[in-house]
């Protein structure tokens, strides 16, 4: 008998990930679908659609069905055993939104394992361009839900985080508001990470309480729906939704059609998928205290949290390990681009020669400091090179290999002050 394994799925912005592990974590498989380059029938740049006002952003729903389709024809043909698979889970691009048509769940069920899985479910969604998050056409359902609930700090003191333009909440609001006859005439709403898992189950998988607290709709603490939410941004929400269940849930076993159709055990257990982030944190097996940070074009810090204390800037998250725990999430704008153009005017774009003034300084760099944010930067909300001098007085240039250093203490002494501000607590 083959050997168990687990697969773990990651629908992403622009590629569909798949790999396979064995009960020691040894990765056995590894493949991947890059929607621009593999399904260029969708027309997608960087696995999305820009709209014309610059803001919409979305992604064509069925693009991730047919991506799916394509890879698990590809595992068939290199000849990887389905039925070893004991259990998979996934996750999912964070507060992007699905709308299933009514009836569709129908459809779901029965899917004949004689067709591949897009062709079934083509005439499913009611909205065929889900608005993912890089969308930022919301802001005045933002200000409404904001105002329905009495102010920005009580929205984030209910649902973890002030009103965000790309969250769930804000973009269901819209379609309803836009178009009310689509929203009615829709069943069911998943994320993201949830489409990913009922497309598994052959039914409509529940939200997890982690992806689903960055929704603006979920109350964080008693990790129910908040009816003063849901209410602020569409009708009988609640029953589109479904009820949100704690994110390592086994939710059932596997469709009949992935057993007719690729061999998979009728026993492979479904686990909840949840968003992108709270993944991470689960991957990277952080404990209470432990920081991780992401560095790229956005730095992302996140971390184990046991008192949160939610505030205007960054996120209050359910912890997807521990549901009686939290996990805190904040964003950077002004990441790897900002200390790429302080290498390239201060080191003659060299990270050998950058490292070098790095070191030729001594930590604390004499007091001096600096906050660089070549574009408006998220946490705080602020633009500008600002310098300042042992003696806090704000200067218009440092020396190359200070400026080096005060970009480099002051973006991680901002990391460190925002996530104290969240509750995160430094041990002596």
């Known amino acids: 008998m083959a050997a168990p394994c687990y697969l773990g799925w990651d629908f992403s912005t622009q590629q569909l990930k798949v790999i396979a592990v064995d009960e020691q974590l040894r990765v056995i498989y590894e493949d991947n679908v ?127 985080s002030r009103a965000y333009e790309r969250f769930t909440g804000n973009q269901i609001a819209k379609i309803y508001s836009q178009n009310p006859e689509v929203y009615m005439q829709t069943e069911r709403i998943s994320l993201v990470s949830s489409f990913a898992a009922s497309l598994f189950l052959g039914d409509y998988a529940p939200i997890d309480y982690s992806d689903g607290s960055g929704m603006n709709l979920l109350q964080i603490w008693e990790k129910v729906w908040s009816a003063s939410c849901l209410d602020a941004c569409a009708p009988g929400l609640e029953e589109k939704l479904g009820c949100p269940v704690p994110s390592h849930s086994v939710l059932g076993s596997i469709s009949p059609y992935y057993s007719q159709r690729y061999g998979f055990s009728p026993d492979c257990k479904i686990v909840a998928f949840t968003g992108d982030n709270p993944a991470s944190l689960a991957g990277m097996r952080l404990q209470e205290g ?97 310098r300042f001098n042992r003696d806090n007085q704000k200067v218009s240039a440092f020396p190359k290999e200070v400026e080096i250093r005060a970009l480099i203490e002051g973006q991680f002494m901002a990391k460190r002050i925002h996530a104290e501000k969240l509750g995160y607590k430094v041990s002596k």
């Open 34 to 160: 890059h929607f621009d380059k593999d399904l260029p029938e969708f027309k997608t740049q960087g696995g999305v659609y820009i709209h014309s006002d610059r803001l919409t952003v979305t992604s064509p729903v069925l693009m991730w069905v047919k991506a799916l389709d394509m890879i698990l024809e590809k595992m068939k043909s290199s000849g990887f055993n389905f039925s070893q698979v004991r259990a998979l889970s996934g996750a999912g691009q964070q507060h992007g939104s699905v709308y299933w048509k009514k009836g569709s769940i129908h459809i779901l069920k029965n899917a004949s394992s004689e067709l591949p899985l897009h062709q079934s479910l083509k005439s499913c969604f009611s909205v065929s361009n889900s608005p993912i998050w890089m969308d930022s056409s919301t802001a005045s359902q933002c200000n409404a839900l904001e105002k329905a609930v009495g102010g920005a700090q009580h929205l984030a003191s209910i649902t973890g």
């Open 290 to 386: 432990d920081i991780a940070i992401s560095l790229g074009t956005s730095d992302t810090l996140f971390l184990w949290i046991q008192e949160p204390t939610p505030a205007l800037e960054g996120h209050i998250l359910c912890n997807p390990v521990d549901s009686q725990t939290y996990m805190a999430l904040l964003c950077f704008k002004n990441g790897s681009l900002m200390r790429e153009r302080i290498r390239d005017d201060c080191a003659s774009g060299s990270w050998d020669e950058f490292s070098k003034a790095l070191s030729s300084t001594v930590a604390g760099n004499n007091g001096n400091l600096g906050f660089y944010f070549d574009v408006m930067e998220i946490t705080p909300e602020a633009v500008g090179i600002h």
